[in-house]
């Protein structure tokens, strides 16, 4: 288990040091995400991130592109041990989650090419209102799920902090080695706490929100940054499920 987790380490900090970034690449690196503004409301489709079974693990990657000072920019992403499409693996999850809580840890790991700040928010999903008139800063999801007709979003008003494990996982890949001259090695969050679980339910399968906010920096010299391009991971690690408290 060691050994994995250091090659997934190494080859993530491989793809980092690597990442050379142009001023024309996209917000998101995939393509079908579409944004929308409506009156009041922000309209988002979602990164999904799967936790199929116990200690399970998946992660998306997107780059911060066309960032400008004064500009921010975020996304949302869902977590849940929801069975996806044309998935063809042992799914364990619909019987755990009847008498388990699940809980999980996040990481944000990116590159540092930009002079942007990163900040987590959970989202306490709420009932859309009879009039129909939302509150400032609330997210609709984009997509198929009933329960986007029922439910609109809105973030915490504080971000959860994250523990900077940086040099610790540089040192257990480099070693004792001089990376003084490694560009973009990478910065490790992670977000690990009695918080981390699965707290929605939807039928069989349980599921949280997130949004990840971008901000630019308060800084002089943009010059040194308009063809720079961050590159960041999202990790989610699913943790034993513990059996619930009768």
């Known amino acids: ?92 999850m619909s019987e755990l989650v009847k008498d388990s809580e699940f809980n999980y840890d996040l990481q944000l790991v990116h590159t540092e090419n930009l002079a942007v700040d990163y900040a ?28 986007y007709q029922t439910y609109y979003w809105i973030k915490t008003a504080s971000p959860i902090v994250g523990m900077d494990h940086t040099d610790k996982m540089r040192k257990e890949v480099f070693g004792q080695a001089d990376i003084t001259d490694i560009v973009n090695v990478g910065r490790y969050l992670f977000f690990d706490d009695d918080s981390m679980k699965l707290a929605y339910q939807d039928g069989t399968y349980e599921y949280d929100y997130y949004l990840i906010e971008v901000t630019w920096q308060d800084i002089n010299d943009f010059d040194a940054y308009k063809k720079e391009t961050d590159l960041v991971y999202v990790v989610v690690n699913a943790k034993q499920p513990r059996p619930t408290e009768k």
């Open 120 to 147: 987590v928010y959970p989202l306490e999903r709420r009932e859309i209102p009879a009039d129909g008139i939302f509150p400032e800063g609330a997210i609709r999801m984009e997509g198929d799920d009933p329960s």
């Open 1 to 92: 288990m060691a050994a994995k987790k250091k090659i997934w380490i190494a080859a993530i900090l491989c793809v980092l040091c690597l990442a050379v970034g142009g001023g024309t690449m996209a917000w998101y690196l995939r393509e079908d995400v579409k944004q929308a503004e409506t009156d009041g409301v922000e309209i988002m489709a979602p990164y999904n991130l799967y936790l199929m079974n116990p200690n399970a693990r998946d992660s998306l990657e997107f780059a911060v592109g066309n960032l400008h000072p004064g500009e921010m920019k975020h996304t949302v992403i869902c977590v849940s041990n929801r069975v996806p499409e044309n998935y063809d693996g042992e799914d364990n």
